[in-house]
């Protein structure tokens, strides 16, 4: 199967969440975001197909995966298809069900992130929010942050083993997921997630886990790995940092 990923160039994004499950399972994707506008890639391309492109089926918004004909977006969506291709998921429906909800969360979570620097519009620059921007983190930092954080410590630790995961016994896109989100707020708010960390240590464990393991180490050190940045979902402004 040639699986193509379509997302825009420069940042790492929602479109990373799908990155780290083609990498961690190996498989070939074309990246066509970070393919050149001359080779029939970049920004243009990813625009095009969003707008419904050579199927007329259009998205709202990025990433989308294209795997022969089927056309998924949403990250969470398209997790969910990739999970039992990728052998990124455990077999059983119950399972399935529940690793979707945990991803949704994730989705939630991450849409709460971009929130603290764009609370009044991504259409809008920082600058032009950053009293909004402000307040919001304030709240996010004090009461969501942690409640998002101790959720999850809260499913590793009903869920332990000798090395807990938190979908059953075995590793799954899950997992790679909450390690992208705890490595963005570590970049985003390093001192929040200094003074938390101690507090959700399964969390912490299980991203410094995740990014050892062998094929996703090997990607991490990569240069098709981007840096967090501030035209991301994690930015780093120290001032929300509280
Ligand atoms: N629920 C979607 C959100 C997708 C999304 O917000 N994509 C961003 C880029 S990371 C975008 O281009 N949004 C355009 C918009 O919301 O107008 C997902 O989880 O994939």
Known sequence: ?????????????????????????????????????????????????????????????????KAGDIVVSHVA??????GPRLNLVPDDDASRYWANGLQLTLTDFVSEVHDTHHPIGSSLYYEDQREEAARRSGVFVQERLPKFLHYFERVL?????????????????????????????????????????????????????????????????SDRRLDFNEGGIFRHYPELDT
């Open 1 to 65: 199967m040639q699986y193509e990923l379509y997302y825009w160039p420069g940042i790492p994004g929602r479109g990373e969440f799908i990155r780290l499950a083609l990498e961690d399972a190996g498989v070939e994707y074309v990246d066509i975001g970070k393919i050149s506008g001359n080779k029939g890639g970049g920004a243009g391309a990813v625009s095009e197909f969003l707008h419904g492109g050579e199927i007329g089926r259009p998205h709202f918004a990025p990433p989308m995966l």
């Open 77 to 82: 969506n398209i997790l969910q298809f990739l």
């Open 157 to 221: 630790s009903t869920n332990a083993g000798n090395e807990p995961f938190l979908v059953g016994d075995r590793h799954s896109y899950v997992d790679l997921s909450l390690f992208q989100v705890v490595t963005g707020l570590r970049y985003a708010f390093p001192r929040a997630m200094q003074r938390l960390e101690p507090e959700v240590p399964e969390v912490a464990a299980l991203a410094d886990r995740v990014s050892q393991r062998g094929r996703l180490a090997a990607y991490l050190t």
